[in-house]
């Protein structure tokens, strides 16, 4: 007997636009699995499973393949997981719509070169060759874009500090006019989009990641016409700029990434002017750490960052780590700390994390969610222990 609210396999397919086989082929394929099975075999579906759906045909049609799609989306309906969902899905179309369009001149480029010229420009259909096959993967942007997103958005939806991480980084900053300011790994840009009507007018910013997707969420955060930015892809340990051409750099959680801190450190003391600084921040052994606990209650496999980041650059030695080549080097902490009182952003952080949490997580999901929700109820408090390092 169908059920209130519920939709029969061939009701669901029918809603979809697509065929009663792609649906038992998800259901096959533990890509979408229907919430109800009677004791018969019949199947039926629900509006949130209506939902993961659209965000499964969605990827299909961006180009991903169904085991990118099957470790891409999670099964849960919340309103924190759709929303943060759908605007990662929204960068994705943005960037492949800027792809094809790079795509479509690329070959209007090569077919007036052959009209004029009768001949192949080889040079041409090799460019062409390269952005057909967009080398750095929608995949990997999806995904540096939904943890980045995910960490984010825990944040500000949950510390006890008024003034959020980003305002108060750029309070430090002590940006004025007339200054040339590099940020090294910016990420989406975020620093700059929450403070935008605080920038001064007469200012040239510029904006650098090793990643052109980041580039391209920053670029669309910030407005790609605004005179005061510019973006450059590199590598922070090979810096492009003269010597002694910055007032200010800015490195937000980026030097624990780095292969040779101290290269970067060298190529970040060239560039600065005479009394520049560089405001680079870091996190300490305590920061986040009853998340790691957390974890480690459902499962003591699991590992959130194997690499321990803080240990490459943090509060405890990154005074020990910066003082050989800058005259000054001063501490300065953000007090604040998190009250979480439900599961799913908490969880998305977690899912977010660079260590082997999925592994054990996703195909327990369930049960980690309600084991999260439990930790949850009365609000789960959370050590933040993050600052910069302020060089001169």
């Known amino acids: 007997m169908k059920k209130a609210g519920y939709y029969s396999s061939g009701e669901f397919a029918r809603m979809a636009h697509v065929t009663l086989r792609t649906i038992r082929y998800y259901d096959k394929q533990d890509i979408l699995k229907p919430s109800y099975v009677t004791e018969a075999g019949a199947r039926f579906y629900t509006d949130e499973d209506f939902a993961r759906l659209q965000q499964i045909l969605l990827l299909k049609y961006l180009g ?29 179309v943005q960037d492949r719509i800027e792809q094809m369009q790079l795509v479509e001149k690329a ?46 958005n825990l944040h500000n939806l949950y510390s006890q500090n008024p003034k959020g991480w980003f305002p108060w980084i750029y309070e430090q900053s002590r940006v004025k006019t007339g200054m040339n300011v590099l940020e090294i790994g910016c990420g989406d ?20 990641d090793i990643s052109e997707g980041m580039l391209r969420d ?53 560039i600065l002017k ?7 921040s870091a996190y300490s052994r305590h920061h986040m750490e009853e998340v790691s606990h957390l974890v480690e209650g459902f499962d003591d496999r699991i590992v959130l960052s194997a690499d321990k980041l803080y240990n490459k650059f943090g509060r405890e030695n990154g005074t020990e780590i910066l003082a050989p080549y800058f005259s000054e080097v001063a ?38 969610r309600s084991y999260v929700k439990k930790k949850t109820t009365g609000g789960f408090h959370i050590t933040k222990e993050a600052g910069v390092f302020i060089c001169t």
């Open 189 to 208: 840009g975020t620093l700059w989009k929450e403070n935008l009507a605080l920038i001064p007018k007469q200012i040239q910013i510029t904006l650098s």
């Open 107 to 152: 070959i209007q480029d090569t077919a007036s070169a052959i009209q004029k010229e009768h001949h192949i420009d080889w040079s041409q259909m090799l460019n062409l060759i390269h952005l057909t096959g967009m080398e750095n993967s929608l995949k990997n942007q999806y995904q540096n874009a939904s943890n980045i997103s995910a960490r984010i």
């Open 274 to 280: 005479p009394g520049g600084r560089f405001l680079c």
């Open 331 to 368: 501490w300065t902490l953000y007090e604040d700390s998190l009250v979480i009182p439900e599961p799913e952003p908490l969880i998305s952080y977690i899912l977010s994390c660079h260590g082997n949490q999925n592994q054990y997580i996703l195909e327990h999901y369930k049960e980690f």
């Open 64 to 92: 991903f393949s169904l085991d990118d799609i099957r470790e891409m989306t999670i099964d849960d309906s919340d309103y924190h997981f759709m929303l943060n969902s759908l605007n990662i899905q929204l960068k994705l």
């Open 218 to 270: 920053a670029r669309r955060a910030v407005g790609a016409d605004d005179p005061r930015f510019s973006f450059q892809v590199f590598d922070c340990s090979k810096i492009p700029y003269e010597d002694n051409s910055m007032d200010l750099v800015i490195a937000n959680h980026v030097l624990f990434y780095c292969d040779d801190i101290a290269q970067v450190c060298r190529e970040v003391r060239r």
